[in-house]
């Protein structure tokens, strides 16, 4: 036996695939939704990061430049933070130029705070660096003396502000102090909000149950095809038609099947015919046959021919019974099978007296079933009979297997059957070379037509060797 991970079921197939490509887009939505969640966070940091700097910067910048190194200790600034005044800007050897887009917030905090244009910064730098992650905001400050200097524009978006020895040559004074600082950077953390996972569960869980349910309603007309092609299987006569409503792809399907039944019942129904009707017509000849035979003057083959035209007819006769009982239609009725069994073994034990002894029951007072009676004492009748011929005995047990499913059981003492014929005796006419040697009659016809019964209450017959000896006919019914 090979282990097979893929599921068997079309089904299982079906979710697996569909799982599966719900898995990946819903990992590429995660993906897309972490990427948007960190640019959001990381403007927003930036955002704040620049507003508070440049609130830093106004004080700063606002007093005397011999004053600013003093301030620089009572400025309160977040924690974290460090700040510092220096003669150029940070390096550009040990930190990195940041995206236009964190430059523009910077720029746009600097206009939107308002800061006079005299006190604006002559100078603009704004740097990452490592170890720790931060960013480095640096302002050239003014010296407050706005007619000396040339009045400050903010550098353009695409390139750097002016390196300190690119910068104005203009320095009359105090050459350019640098006002730096430096915020450390935390890094974003897109799936910690708990609205989040509330989200992306309740969404897998949607996605997995909907998968789930249109899977099962697609593959209802599956498996409805599948048990109206087992129920004419076993009962051609009596299988009802398929609903023609629905999905125009089921509708074609359940024409195509009615059609594809009700051809099948009229090819059986005329093969049963031809049975029928050439047996019926035999039986005329053959009582010409006989009579005339009454007239051969040889005794001895007049005996002879008269008991091969008995064999005859008694062979016509078991045919016209078979076309009947294929062409049967009983009603389904409650009944209480316990009974009808005994019923069965009391009219065989009424039969054959000296057999009496070797009949018993064994199993439930009462067990209710829907069958067609007549058919299903005619098919058990057929199994006993042959115990009773073959095996000299015909022990009848019935057994409720399990919820859904019952076992008749006939037993006897006799040779059993060659494992290999188990199922070729079920084919019409067919008997064992034994019990033509044991002359025991018949026409080979007894558990062809208890199968078809059988089968057409929605079970089936099974012939088994009994390990001490005898064989055992079983018979399975659903309830
Ligand atoms: N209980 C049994 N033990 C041994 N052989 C059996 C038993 N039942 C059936 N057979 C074999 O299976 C053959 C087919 O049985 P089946 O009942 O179909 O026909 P039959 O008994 O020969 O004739 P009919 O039942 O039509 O009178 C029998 O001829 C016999 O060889
Ligand atoms: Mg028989």
């Known amino acids: 036996m090979t282990l097979s991970l893929r599921p068997q079921s079309l089904a299982g197939r079906t979710i697996l695939i569909l ?14 939704h972490t990427v948007n969640q960190i ?3 990381r403007i927003e940091q930036q955002r704040v990061i620049a507003t508070q700097d440049v609130i830093i910067y106004r004080h700063v910048a606002a007093i005397a430049p011999d004053q600013r190194a003093a301030l620089l200790g009572t400025e309160p600034i977040p924690s974290g933070d460090v700040i510092s005044l220096s003669n150029s800007p940070p390096s550009r050897n040990t930190t990195f130029a940041l995206p236009l887009a964190a430059r523009q917030i ?22 990452g660096a490592v170890n ?9 400050l003014p010296d407050n003396q706005a007619d000396i200097h040339p009045p400050f524009t903010l550098p353009p978006d695409d390139e750097e502000s002016p390196s300190p020895n690119s910068g104005p040559k203009l320095q009359l004074r105090a050459p350019m102090m640098w006002l730096s600082i430096e915020s450390p950077i935390t890094r974003p953390e897109p799936w910690r909000s708990p609205e989040f996972g509330t989200a992306f569960i309740v969404m897998s869980l949607l996605g997995g149950v909907m998968i789930f349910w249109a899977v099962r309603q697609l593959l209802i007309p599956v498996r409805t095809l599948a048990f109206a092609a087992e129920r004419l299987g076993r009962d051609v006569a009596n299988a009802p038609d398929l609903p023609e409503t ?16 009700s051809r099948i019942r009229k090819f059986v129904e005329d093969r049963t015919f031809l049975i029928t009707a050439i047996g019926h017509d035999l039986r005329t000849p053959i009582t010409r046959l006989k009579l005339r035979a009454e007239y051969m003057d040889d005794d001895e083959q007049r005996l002879k021919m008269l008991a091969d035209l008995d064999e005859m007819e008694a062979m016509v006769a078991a045919t016209l019974a078979f076309g009947r009982d294929i062409a049967a239609t009983e009603a389904v009725t409650r009944i209480d099978l316990p009974s009808l069994l005994r019923t069965i073994l009391d009219e065989a034990g009424d039969g054959l007296p000296e057999r009496a002894g070797a009949l018993s029951y064994d199993g439930p007072e009462h067990l209710a079933i829907n069958a067609r009676p007549l058919s299903l004492k005619r098919a058990i009748v057929n ?26 059981d006939v037993e006897d003492n006799g040779p059993g059957i060659p494992t290999a014929d188990s199922e070729v005796v079920f084919e019409p006419f067919r008997r ?8 025991t009659g018949g026409s080979g016809l007894g558990l062809s037509i208890a199968r078809n019964i059988i ?9 088994l060797n009994m390990h001490g000896g005898g064989l055992r006919a079983r018979i399975t019914l659903p309830l």
Do not use: C, W
């Open 132 to 140: 720790p992650t931060r960013y480095i905001v640096s302002f050239a």
């Open 19 to 32: 799982l599966f490509g719900f898995a990946i887009i819903q990992a590429l939505g995660l993906g897309i």
């Open 432 to 439: 064992l070379e034994s019990s033509r040697n044991r002359e």
């Open 383 to 408: 199994l006993v009979n042959n115990a009773l011929k073959y095996g000299d005995a015909a022990r009848i047990r019935l057994t409720q297997k399990d919820p859904g499913t019952i076992q008749i």
């Open 455 to 463: 089968r057409a209450h929605g079970g089936d017959i099974a012939l």
């Open 106 to 127: 910077l720029r746009a905090s600097i206009i939107g705070y308002g800061i006079p244009p005299a006190i604006r910064p002559r100078g603009l730098e704004l740097r």
């Open 39 to 41: 640019n959001l966070a």
């Open 246 to 261: 629905g999905p125009a792809e089921l509708v074609t399907a359940a024409v195509a099947f009615n059609t594809m039944a």
